[in-house]
């Protein structure tokens, strides 16, 4: 049975101390960092992010946001003991969970649980979406009728990853705006819209009728799977 890795960053030291042993007695892998300093260079090791959004220096939602412009398919999930409900909004644009302090050790399990099952249901390594296939382990992309490999800029693959980690959702600009570049977005700003224009005319057979990333009129756009 495979050890799940889960990165765990929380300052305080009794809390995190307390979590981690906890964690590591169910079996878990846990890597627990103080803050979001270095968070990157170990991600890729990782199953699950928990992330606290009280921190030190760059707080949880900008770690958490850095993180999943990284990895979108890493199922991140906050812990705060902030209850607002502007603070758990601005977490679930981009993280998949939120879970408010204090709390028992056996509800932070199961909600790494359904995180965990839920990432190997959805996101399996290879997806089929039309005529692309998508190797999400190892960041491909090929047309299945040609075989030719589509090439994407950064910014392009983790809007479409994006995507698919929300697959017939409705999303709108200001949601993908604001999980892929990590900053607010300006009513007006034309930036992603350039970005799916360019993404559309790689990946769809006629970019001037696209047919995956489809436009929601007046509200954004969908993936279908």
Known sequence: MKTFTIMYIEDDQEIGSWSRD???GQGYE???KTSGHGAEEVLERCDLVIVDIMLPGLDGFTVGQRLKR??????ILLLTARTAIEDKLTGLAFADDYMTKPFH???LVARIQVL???TDVAAPEQLQIRHLTIDRKGHGLWNSETGEEIVLTGKQFH???YFLDHL???LTQKQIYEAVWGEPHLSGDKTLTVHIRHLREKIERDSGFPQIIETIR???YRVRS
């Not at 990284?70 to 199922?75: K, M, S």
């Open 159 to 161: 809007i479409f990853m």
């Open 30 to 32: 846990v890597i627990w």
């Open 22 to 24: 906890f964690l590591i």
């Open 116 to 118: 965990l099952r839920r």
């Open 70 to 75: 990284i990895n979108p398919a890493i199922p």
């Open 218 to 220: 007046g509200v954004g």
């Open 105 to 107: 050790p056996d509800e």
């Open 168 to 170: 017939n959702q409705v």
